[in-house]
T-cell receptor, first 112, second 111 residues
């Protein structure tokens, strides 16, 4: 059984650029959630996808968008990057909405 | 807003001492989950509590969910160096899908 994987591991961008982060969910999981974790803080919920539809969103602006594909993998897109977007971005999959979250290793994004 | 407060922020103990972290919400939770994140790692699920007053044990770890489903605690008996990390509670509010994480309690241990 393959766990949750994320790519890339690290990324450096400059302000105003756009970024796409990718996540492959664990086999058998149909729900994917994305979180932003700033240094020393708890993960902050960005949004969740269930069977390819957005199923809940946190307090993030519209420049944070996402997709879920038929194989339940997912993308997080961030437009017009700002310095405060620098963080660890975590993807988590679960068998169903509200269930145990299996986290990937994260993508460390640095915005200069 | 829907927030989950967690205290303390940091805790340093001698190996063998006990450790407790507390989680509070002003609003009733549907359930609460606990995660552990090692330095440089990602959160790893420990347990989920759903019922009012529920108590669950995993070896030296004891998890409690308050009667009003507004607070929770994690207690570790006789800490070991392998317990080092940050412990997060994360709650789901009724009618909402998102998991709201507390700020975490960072546990360090003096061997």
């Amino acid at each position: 059984e393959t766990g949750v994987t994320q790519s890339p591991t690290h990324l450096i961008k400059t302000r105003g650029q756009q970024v796409t982060l990718r996540c492959s969910s664990q086999s058998g999981h149909n729900t994917v959630s994305w979180y932003q974790q700033a240094l020393g803080q708890g993960p902050q919920f960005i949004f969740q996808y269930y069977r390819e539809e957005e199923n809940g969103r946190g307090n993030f602006p519209p420049r944070f968008s996402g997709l879920q594909f038929p194989n339940y993998s997912s993308e997080l897109n961030v437009n017009a990057l700002e310095l405060d977007d620098s963080a660890l971005y975590l993807c988590a999959s679960s068998q169903d909405v509200g269930g145990e979250q299996f986290f990937g290793p994260g993508t460390r994004l640095t915005v200069l | 807003g829907q927030q989950v407060m967690q205290i303390p922020q940091y805790q340093h103990v001698q190996e063998g001492e006990d450790f407790t972290t507390y989680c509070n919400s002003s609003t009733t939770l549907s359930n609460i989950q606990w995660y552990k994140q090692r330095p440089g790692g990602h959160p790893v699920f420990l347990i989920q509590l759903v019922k009012s007053g529920e108590v669950k044990k995993q070896k030296r770890l004891t998890f409690q969910f308050g009667e009003a489903k507004k607070n929770s605690s994690l207690h570790i008996t006789a800490t070991q160096t392998t317990d080092v990390g940050t412990y997060f509670c994360a709650g789901t509010f009724q009618g909402a899908q998102k998991l709201v994480f507390g700020q975490g309690t960072r546990l360090t241990i003096n061997p």
